[in-house]
């Protein structure tokens, strides 16, 4: 027979048994340096035009152009030209063009591509690059007492999502930017005036 001592020690045992397997669960985070850090993603859009001697073809930049808003091109954005005719060729001047229309420069450098270019076409590609926090938010661990010295598993989630969402070139999070000999106030306000002349989004 179980003594009503022992029953309610059962009991107490049975109630935070749920809880204790939920902490176990939780994300470790035993340090003062939180474990949801950002993370740079980079995406590679190809597009493929025709040529016609050292220019695009006729009707080709009409698609380019048609390309690149249907991507909405922006600051961050990095365009570059597969040509393998090589660097001295027109095409690259036409593609400059169409990207002038968005602030931007073509690239010196094309980044390698799975599929290979047909014979009489060009690739333009555009990488870009987008900061996440993975795993954010996290609430796998339960508050309570600790026993393990672990921060809260959301810890850093709100700091470094914000963070990772307002850089304005998610690549200098990876490649950080050289510093100049003097300010360039032009460079310091391109990202908040590429933020002002944006179209809103979302609703009311």
Not at 61 to 72: E, K, S
């Amino acid at each position: 027979m179980i003594s009503p001592k022992s029953k309610r020690s059962i009991l107490i045992a049975s109630a935070l048994a749920p809880a204790l397997l939920l902490g176990a669960c939780g994300t470790p985070n035993r340090g003062l340096e939180t474990v949801h850090q950002p993370v740079v993603a980079r995406t590679d859009y190809v597009f493929d035009v025709g040529s016609a001697g050292n220019r695009l073809a006729p009707g080709e930049a009409q698609r380019l152009a048609g390309w690149m808003a249907g991507l909405r091109l922006g600051y961050g954005d990095r365009v570059s030209v597969d040509d393998p005719s090589g660097p001295g060729s027109g095409v690259r001047d036409d593609v400059q063009t169409q990207l002038a229309r968005y602030g931007l420069l073509v690239s010196e450098t094309a980044p390698p591509t799975n599929a290979p270019i047909a014979p009489g076409m060009i690739r333009v590609v555009v990488s870009r690059m987008k900061a996440t926090v993975p795993g954010c938010p996290d609430f796998s661990r339960v508050s309570g007492i600790e026993y393990e010295g672990n921060m809260s598993s959301n810890q850093g989630c709100a700091t470094n999502a914000n963070f990772a969402a307002m850089v304005a070139n998610p690549a200098d999070l990876v490649l950080g930017q050289v510093g100049a000999d003097s300010p360039d106030t032009a460079v310091a306000t391109k990202a908040v005036d590429s933020y002002r002349k944006a179209t809103p989004k979302g609703g009311k």
